[in-house]
Nanobody, 115 residues
Framework: QVQLVESGGGLVQTGGSLRLSCAAS????????MAWYRQAPGKQREFVAN???????TYADFVKGRFTISRDAAKNTLYLEMNSLKPADTAVYYC?????????WGRGTQVTVSS
């Protein structure tokens, strides 16, 4: 089982930036897809961005041009660079992992954007 630990969340003003990290543990680490999701209070969890093992990435329309997903293979770490943050980006951000039939979620990191 792959363990995921997110970090990097916090409080930031509108227009600010944050970089989230997701450290993945496990031997012989391989994946099909790793992704970021988020869940705001009272709302369903929603897709933010993913990256596939081949390196291609996909973004939700509401973050295109503002967020960038990347991965450091040597560190087994997934990142989400978030720029031009808005109050609507306030949510708990979760890391997601999939390889074959295995799915794992992290516990999340809180991002709060003040107006």
């Amino acid at each position: 089982q792959v363990q995921l630990v997110e970090s990097g969340g916090g409080l930031v003003q509108t227009g600010g930036s944050l970089r989230l990290s997701c450290a993945a543990s496990g031997s012989n680490f391989r994946f099909n897809v790793m992704a970021w999701y988020r869940q705001a209070p009272g709302k369903q969890r929603e897709f933010v961005a993913n990256i596939r093992s081949g390196g291609t990435s996909t973004y939700a329309d509401f973050v295109k041009g503002r967020f960038t997903i990347s991965r450091d293979a040597a560190k087994n770490t997934l990142y989400l660079e978030m720029n031009s943050l808005k109050p609507a980006d306030t949510a708990v951000y979760y890391c997601f992992y999939n390889h074959s039939a295995t799915i794992s979620w992290g516990r999340g990191t809180q991002v709060t954007v003040s107006s």
